[in-house]
T-cell receptor, first 114, second 110 residues
Framework: SQTIHQWPATLVQPVGSPLSLECTVEGTSNPNLYWYRQAAGRGLQLLFYSVGIGQISSEVPQNLSASRPQDRQFILSSKKLLLSDSGFYLC?????????????FGEGSWLTVV | GQNIDQPTEMTATEGAIVQINCTYQTSGFNGLFWYQQHAGEAPTFLSYNVLDGLEEKGRFSSFLSRSKGYSYLLLKELQMKDSASYLCAVKSDSWGKFQFGAGTQVVVTP
């Protein structure tokens, strides 16, 4: 069966510090991968998605970036965090098959920028 | 633009029925999904509609009308554990671009 994991689960970072969140998927190949952010009491905002290694599409211009160095690995980064980057970050995957009918989420990472 | 609208909050008593409406305007449509999200946790999949009509899964049912850009999630025989946020999402591209609504917080009272 397929599983998705992301880490760290929680982190508190000062303004201006770097960020790296990692996500891996097991049990499938060539998945579509996503990073979402959810601010307190808000909906899910799509940040980045990837349909293959090295292929990254950005939905919202910001100081975050994403990379996909391996087929089942997706990394969210920032060189300098802002207070507004605080939130709940979710990695997700879907099958690369267009008939795929749902999206699966990792456990989430709580980021507090202080 | 693309919009997915759902009410912010709904309150109902244990054992009752609640209907959460969702309207959408997206550039494409490849299915409508409902997710449940408990506070501090990741969303979990509840139901999926791609054709018009009603899909029933136990206490949860979901309805879709593509011509009206409308869906609802029906929760029957409410239990306290059903207190959560319910997210409506549209798969707007064939490869898998999912757009989410802001969520409806359902509060179940004794």
């Amino acid at each position: 069966s397929q599983t998705i994991h992301q880490w760290p689960a929680t982190l508190v970072q000062p303004v201006g510090s770097p960020l790296s969140l990692e996500c891996t998927v097991e049990g499938t190949s060539n998945p579509n991968l996503y990073w979402y952010r959810q601010a307190a009491g808000r909906g899910l905002q799509l940040l980045f998605y990837s349909v293959g290694i090295g292929q990254i599409s950005s939905e919202v211009p910001q100081n975050l970036s994403a990379s996909r160095p391996q087929d089942r690995q997706f990394i969210l980064s920032s060189k300098k965090l802002l207070l507004s980057d605080s939130g709940f970050y979710l990695c997700a995957w879907t099958t690369g098959d267009p008939s795929g009918n749902t999206i699966y989420f990792g456990e989430g990472s709580w980021l507090t920028v202080v | 633009g693309q919009n997915i609208d759902q009410p912010t909050e709904m309150t109902a008593t244990e054992g009752a029925i609640v209907q959460i409406n969702c309207t959408y305007q997206t550039s494409g449509f490849n299915g409508l999904f409902w997710y449940q999200q408990h506070a501090g946790e990741a969303p979990t999949f509840l139901s999926y509609n791609v054709l018009d009509g009603l899909e029933e899964k136990g206490r949860f049912s979901s309805f879709l009308s593509r011509s009206k850009g409308y869906s609802y999630l029906l929760l029957k025989e409410l239990q306290m554990k059903d207190s959560a946020s319910y997210l409506c999402a549209v798969k707007s591209d064939s490869w898998g671009k999912f757009q989410f609504g802001a969520g409806t917080q359902v509060v179940v009272t004794p």
